[in-house]
């Protein structure tokens, strides 16, 4: 066995799905496609994405000492349940265990070391998952970890499917970079047409300014009035156009722990739970160690009042316009005005007067009225 079949073996025994090497060189179609990508506006509000493109596909910018990467994939699926109910909103798989940035780093080390055991010396090497430093699905997608679909996620072989993390760890190894996997996804179509807000702009790119998963994750304003609809149930994230896809039909489970349900927020949040969280440091607490924290308390909260408003569960008004009373935040205040309003009956328009009452927001007052005509 040669080096890099070892590398594989223990990757493959530490739980990780697939390994690939990389090459440093810079991927100058990517950083061009990056950079188109950026001047259109496809980032949003992602400022970070925007500081030093070029970092991007020019790995040895990072760590000038490395000569190969090892790129791994993990799988982070486990089968959500059925809804428990109309007051529960829906977290994307990835996000419904442990941070993955801290399970894939102490992984990404105990390879480290165990491959160090192998070659007899320490290993100059680092970490990455998910940063923003790494193009990371232009590397998966060039040397062969998978290919990237219509919805740009890298695909695995062998109906491994998208449901997985990709990390990687720079090294000062010599290693035979790997081939491209020519997976494709033929005439398919089914991702873009599934996307609720049509985020998918063209074949491999997204929107970001569309993306639920934008939307409700790295957002840090209100959501625009048009997209809150068609949020659905998504209180954290989205799967839509990963759900749908043929590749994705029975996707592998996880191997680890940290990435069950048990171990984290789980598939559901209760979204009148999420309403009696009073401030961050509560926050903070209840969801330590969660993807789910990302977002903060006014992001989450935000979130939930559209998915009540979405779903429109019984005891939602009364619920909804006592938080609003309490609550300091103005964005958060038209939240739950919107809310009130997609309830359309008498009781929730009541209360959403009485809230127009006590409001001291002049915008705030405005947006109120016009969902009062339209209540
Ligand atoms: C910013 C970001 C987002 C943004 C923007 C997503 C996007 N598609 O651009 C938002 C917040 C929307 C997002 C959402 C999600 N994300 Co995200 N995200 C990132 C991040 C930090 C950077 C991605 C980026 O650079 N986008 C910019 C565009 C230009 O690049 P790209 O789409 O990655 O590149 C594609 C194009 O260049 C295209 N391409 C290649 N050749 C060609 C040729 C032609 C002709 C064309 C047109 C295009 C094309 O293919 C490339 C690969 O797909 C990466 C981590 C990282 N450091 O890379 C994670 C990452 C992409 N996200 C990830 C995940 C899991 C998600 C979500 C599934 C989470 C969720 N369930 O809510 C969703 C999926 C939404 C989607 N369909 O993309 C994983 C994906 C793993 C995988 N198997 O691919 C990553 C890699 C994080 C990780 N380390 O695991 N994400
Ligand atoms: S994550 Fe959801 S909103 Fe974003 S592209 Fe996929 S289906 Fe569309
Ligand atoms: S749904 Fe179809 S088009 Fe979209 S990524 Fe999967 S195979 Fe490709």
Not at 26 to 54: T, V
Request: net charge neutral; charged share 25%.
């Amino acid at each position: 066995m040669n080096l890099k079949e070892q590398i594989a073996d223990i990757a493959l025994s530490i739980g990780f799905q697939r390994i690939v090497v990389a090459g440093l060189q810079p991927l100058e179609d990517e950083r061009l496609r990056y950079q188109k990508w950026l001047q259109n506006d496809y980032a949003a509000g992602m400022e970070y994405l925007k500081r030093n493109p070029d970092f991007r596909t020019t790995p040895q910018l990072l760590y000038p000492q490395a000569t190969s990467a090892i790129i791994v994939s993990a799988s982070y699926y486990s089968h959500p349940p059925e809804s428990p109910g109309l007051q529960f909103g829906q977290v994307a798989n990835y996000a419904v265990g442990l941070d993955y940035h801290a399970v894939l780093r102490a992984r990404l080390r105990e390879l480290k070391s165990k491959v160090e055991q192998t070659i007899g010396r320490p290993l100059l090497g680092k970490a990455y998952t998910d940063d923003v430093a790494l193009h990371e699905q232009g590397f998966a997608n060039h040397y062969g970890l998978g290919f990237a679909g219509k919805n740009t996620l890298i695909i695995g072989p062998k109906l491994s499917g998208s449901y997985n993390f990709i990390a990687e760890l720079l090294t000062d190894l010599e290693l035979d970079a790997d081939e491209k996997y020519n997976g494709t996804c033929g005439a398919c179509f089914r991702c873009a047409s599934a996307c609720p807000t049509n985020a998918i702009v063209d074949a491999r790119t997204v929107d970001a300014r569309l993306c639920i998963s934008y939307l409700t994750i790295e957002n840090k304003n209100g959501i625009p009035l048009e997209l809150r609809p068609k949020v659905g149930s998504w209180v954290f994230g989205c799967d839509v156009c990963q759900d749908v896809c043929p590749y994705n039909q029975r996707p592998p489970e996880t191997k680890w722990v940290e990435f069950q349900p048990e171990s984290g927020a789980g598939h559901h949040l209760d979204l009148f739970d999420l309403l009696t969280i009073q401030n961050d440091e509560q926050f903070r607490t209840r969801f330590l160690s969660s993807p789910v924290r990302r977002p903060k308390r006014r992001g989450l909260l935000r979130n939930a009042l559209v998915v009540l408003g979405n779903q429109r569960p019984d005891g939602g008004p009364q619920i909804i316009a006592s938080f609003a009373k309490a609550e300091a935040d103005p964005m958060l205040r038209e939240h739950a005005a919107w809310a009130l309003a997609q309830y359309r009956d008498k009781k929730a328009s009541a209360l959403l007067e009485q809230l127009l009452s006590i409001e001291t927001e002049t915008t705030n007052q405005e947006a109120m009225r016009f969902q009062l005509e339209q209540s």
